[in-house]
């Protein structure tokens, strides 16, 4: 069922409504992140996003990933959760969102060379030299991220 989200928010309008979504760390060999340059904010993010109904937390991070990239992924073991996090979007939009982490290996695709409706670019980043990130729940994984793959240095 394609546009769930949109379709929830046409019965219930703005009202707080509890959504989950799904982003993946690809690392490259250097133990950079790949991570993509919002088109709606200009800020940076994991690439991922909201389950549509019907799929399963893999399939949705595969999906994402790959329309937030251009990159296809193997999704590999999931790294965590997060569940305390809220957000209000500036068209009064209010939300929980249950996010998951996964590990993801790329097995296709390439990073996008060109703007897209949700992403204005892609780009690797050391993980102890990250650009301002969009949400706090990203902030929270990334920090996970740094923990997991850089076990020595302080965050």
């Known amino acids: 069922m394609a546009n769930y989200i949109k379709e929830i928010r046409n019965l219930v309008g703005h009202r707080p409504i509890i959504l989950v979504a799904c982003g993946g760390a690809l690392l490259n060999e250097h133990k950079q992140i790949l991570l993509q340059e919002r088109a709606d904010t200009g800020n940076w993010s994991i690439p991922g996003g909201f389950m549509e109904y019907g799929e399963s937390l893999k399939q949705t991070c595969a999906r994402e990933f790959a329309e937030d990239s251009g990159i296809k992924v193997e999704v590999g ?13 500036p068209n009064g939009d209010v939300t929980q969102v249950i996010g998951h982490l996964f590990e993801v290996h790329q097995i296709g695709g390439q990073p996008l060379d060109h703007v ?4 204005l670019s892609t780009q690797w980043f050391d993980l102890d030299s990250l650009p301002t990130i969009q949400f706090s729940q990203n902030e929270k994984m990334l920090n996970l991220i740094k923990q997991i793959y850089l076990p020595n240095k302080t965050n």
Request: no cysteine; net charge negative; proline share 0%.
């Open 77 to 89: 073991r999931h790294l965590g959760y997060f569940d305390q996090d809220f957000s209000t979007y």
């Open 116 to 119: 897209t409706d949700e992403t």
